[in-house]
């Protein structure tokens, strides 16, 4: 399973590392991102695991560059003609491209897209909320076999002790 996020000129250095929480718990490989926006304002990103120690937070020209032949690339975006989450297979390996809050995905990116997906959803969410639940709804639709148990044990705060 290889799962890489792509950002296109994310505008707030407060969801990138929101973003790179959400890489880090659900097990994606890498998060790219493209634009100038960030780099002027990464010294303000709030990855508060420091994920980015285990997963490579990588500034790109082109966020489709060095994909292997087997990566099936996916839009996040709302737009008319997407597949709503709820209805989506994910494939095993996949890029999911999303774009800016205050823009969309370039169409010569969405063009080069296996698919366009939604959360449908009143409104609109921010890039950190719409990426955590595209995340997880991959996660919760995979036959991956998890030890809940374990799990909770190695993933809560240190000062978490509740049992039920």
Request: charged share 25%; glycine share 6%; net charge negative.
């Amino acid at each position: 399973m290889s799962v890489i996020i792509g950002l296109v000129n994310p505008k707030s250095p407060t969801n990138v590392g929101a973003v790179m929480r959400a890489a880090g718990c659900y097990q994606a490989s890498e998060v790219r991102y493209s634009g100038e926006r960030f780099d002027k304002a990464a010294k303000f990103q709030t990855d508060t695991q420091n994920i980015n120690k285990t997963i490579p937070l990588v500034g790109t020209e082109d966020l489709l560059g060095s994909l292997t032949e087997d990566m099936k690339i996916v839009c996040v975006e709302l737009v008319v003609g997407a597949t709503p989450l709820p209805d989506f297979v994910h494939p095993e390996k996949a890029i999911y491209i999303f774009g800016p809050e205050d823009n969309s995905i370039p169409k010569k990116i969405v063009k080069q897209a296996d698919e366009v997906v939604y959360v449908p959803t009143i409104g609109c969410m921010n890039l950190a909320a719409t990426t955590n639940v595209l995340l997880y709804d991959r996660l919760a639709k995979s036959a991956q076999e998890i030890n809940h148990d374990e799990l909770i044990k190695s993933s809560r705060d240190k000062n978490n002790h509740l049992k039920v």
